[in-house]
């Protein structure tokens, strides 16, 4: 049974270096990456945020702030499945483009925050 989990999620591997599953008083974030959706569409951001492998799932929030700390979007996840996610956010208010910041948050219920990460980037 454990060979069918690890070929859906190789992240539980624990052979792999790096990659044991944390509890969540150890949990991180690893990485966070924003990428336009340039098309003819209302301006949309792919965001890619991962985590360190989990014992337990995680609680993941991204709220993004325009340039004058506005909040103008925000994604909520509870219980991801897999350490790496993907999601699509709609930009919403008058600024379209320009400097923007994205605040992550990475925390379990009734417990202080693991981790949380902020980037900014520009449009």
């Not at 509890?23 to 991962?50: A, F, S, T």
């Not at 929030?61 to 991801?80: D, M, R, W, Y």
Request: hydrophobic content about 35%; glycine content about 4%.
């Amino acid at each position: 049974m454990t060979d069918d989990l690890e070929f859906f999620f190789p992240e539980l591997n624990p052979a792999e270096p790096g990659n044991l599953p944390l509890p969540p008083g150890e949990m991180r974030i690893k990485e966070v990456r924003v990428e336009p959706v340039l098309d003819d569409g209302p301006v949309r951001l792919r965001v890619y945020l991962e985590t360190t492998a989990f014992q337990q799932r995680p609680y993941l929030e991204a709220t993004l702030f325009n340039k004058q700390g506005q909040e103008v979007a925000s994604v909520s996840i509870i219980e991801p499945m897999q350490r790496k996610n993907v999601f699509t956010m709609h930009v919403r208010g008058a600024q379209q483009r320009g400097a923007f910041s994205l605040q992550s948050r990475l925390f379990y219920p009734d417990q202080p925050d693991s981790d949380h990460l902020q980037i900014e980037f520009e449009i």
